[in-house]
């Protein structure tokens, strides 16, 4: 079993649309959790950390459930710029572990 | 404040040959981290630098792979025969401390094809 899984999608969405990503990870003792963007060909950028109390930032809201060791992101009114592969990560074991990703396709 | 500088950006060598790649991290940032990014999956972690020791390379293909961070700056990552499978991107990437609360910084990657 992947420490982090993720649905690999690609979610094909039309401007304006919601969005919503899941992952889950196998370790309990994970101690801090974050989503990374990373466009094509480019390398992954910190977009935003997770927490259990839920984070907002814009049109971004990201949410942690421990008990279900379960995070979310949810893109709201999404415009063409947000196209890219979003990675679950969680911190463990001293060290950032990467779910696959999930590819997002924004279409006009 | 510039960013993670790698390279080269393109490697392509044949399976056996060797291979090297370097990095300079961000000025002052003492982890440093060496990730393998396989097409369609996430980076995994090939090897962790604190300063110029080994954290963690429970991960690093030793009988081919080898890395080094002399002085606790620049780091480079050698690979010592190619196979096929080692075809990826490997990104380099720095924080500022282990536990990376701040983010991770990458850099480009080097992207390598071996045929």
């Known amino acids: 079993r992947k420490e982090v899984e993720q649905d690999p999608g690609p979610f094909n969405v039309p401007e304006g649309a919601t969005v919503a990503f899941n992952c889950t990870y196998s370790?309990?003792?994970?101690?801090?959790f974050f989503w990374y963007r990373q466009d094509c060909r480019k390398e992954p950028k910190l977009l935003m950390s997770v927490y259990s109390s839920g984070n907002e930032d814009g049109r971004f809201t990201a949410q942690l459930n421990r008990a279900s060791q379960y995070i979310s992101l949810l893109i709201r009114d999404s415009k063409l710029s947000d196209s890219a592969t979003y990675l679950c990560?969680?911190?463990?074991?001293?060290?950032?572990?990467f779910g696959q990703g999930t590819t997002l396709q924004v279409k006009p | 404040e510039a960013g993670v500088a790698q390279s080269p950006r393109y490697k392509i060598i044949e399976k056996r040959q060797s291979v090297a790649f370097w990095c300079n991290p961000i000025?002052?940032?003492?982890?440093l981290y060496w990730y393998q990014q396989i097409l369609g999956q996430g980076p995994k972690l090939l090897i962790q630098?604190?300063?110029?020791?080994?954290?963690?390379d429970s991960q690093l293909p030793k009988d081919r792979f080898s890395a080094e961070r002399l002085k606790g700056v620049d780091s480079t990552l050698k690979i010592q025969p190619a196979k096929l499978e080692d075809s990826a991107v490997y990104l380099c990437?720095?924080?500022?401390?282990?536990?990376?609360?701040?983010?991770?910084?990458f850099g480009s990657g080097t992207r390598l094809t071996v045929v």
């Open positions: 000025s002052g940032h003492a982890t």
């Open positions: 370790n309990s003792a994970s101690q801090s």
């Open positions: 630098f604190q300063n110029n020791g080994v954290v963690d």
């Open positions: 990437a720095s924080s500022l401390e282990r536990r990376g609360l701040g983010g991770y910084t």
């Open positions: 990560v969680v911190f463990n074991t001293g060290k950032l572990i």
